[in-house]
């Protein structure tokens, strides 16, 4: 069946402007996750929605993100005013039941930001 | 502080050949430890996934063991094959009220014909 898919797979944008990563997650999944993963480095969380709303936004690094989720399904992380540090692959995942916890968590290919 | 070391921090060893990757944590109250494969350019793979009362889980050629009074889990792989270079990612996540989830920066294992 269909896994996580991302979109753009790619993304080069200037310093100061504002993009729109997008996530669909694996039908019936009702737990989306957004992580960030900066080049050698490890994963980092940063949002966790449970249906559409987000029980835990603790690892959104600066007021310039935020995410939402509609109809329990699509994703749209927004980053405003990029600077070079967000550059990395943003990766989203998503699990079947609860979330969170025992449930197993199905990546994405992710998103390379590259912010110039 | 919770925290989720991984050692070593890269491995290269020959096809055929066995090797153990180790993940320590700090991670409290502990809920669960979840091994993850990641290939270049790719999305994180989940491998095993074990909770506090499980000691073993294995998934093929990988086998992920668990000691939670030491806070220690180790992935083993077994008669290694060139695709399983990859980094190999420890996730520990803790039971609290809210989803807490720590990522390890992961090894990097080469494996050479």
């Known amino acids: 069946g269909a896994g996580v898919s991302q979109s753009p797979s790619n993304k080069v944008t200037e310093k100061g402007k504002d993009v729109e990563l997008r996530c669909d997650p694996i039908?019936?999944?009702?737990?989306l996750y957004w992580y960030r993963q900066s080049l050698g480095q490890g994963l980092e969380f940063l949002i966790y929605?449970?249906?559409?709303?987000?029980?835990?936004k603790s690892g959104l690094p600066s007021d310039r993100f935020s995410a939402e989720r509609t109809g329990g399904s699509v994703s749209t992380l927004t980053i405003q005013r990029t600077q070079q540090e967000d550059s990395a692959v943003y990766l989203c995942?998503?699990?079947?039941?609860?979330?969170?916890?025992?449930?197993?968590?199905?990546f994405g290919p992710g998103t390379r930001l590259t912010v110039l | 502080k919770n925290q989720v070391e991984q050692s070593p921090q890269s491995l290269i060893i020959l096809e055929g050949k066995n090797c153990t990757l180790q993940?320590?944590?700090?991670?409290?109250?502990?809920?669960?430890l979840r091994w993850y494969k990641q290939d270049t350019g790719r999305g994180p793979v989940s491998l095993t996934i074990?909770?506090?009362?499980?000691n073993t889980k294995s998934n093929g050629r990988y086998t992920a063991t668990l000691d939670a009074d030491t806070k220690q889990s180790s992935l083993h792989i077994t008669a290694s094959q060139l695709s399983d270079s990859a980094s190999y990612i420890c996730?520990?996540?803790?039971?609290?009220?809210?989803?807490?989830?720590?990522f390890g920066a992961g090894t990097r294992l080469f494996v050479k014909a």
């Open positions: 929605f449970q249906g559409n709303s987000a029980p835990d």
């Open positions: 995942a998503s699990s079947s039941n609860r979330g969170g916890y025992t449930d197993t968590q199905y």
């Open positions: 993940c320590n944590y700090t991670v409290s109250p502990f809920s669960n």
């Open positions: 074990m909770t506090f009362s499980e």
């Open positions: 039908s019936g999944h009702t737990a």
């Open positions: 996730v520990v996540s803790a039971s609290t009220g809210g989803f807490k989830t720590i």
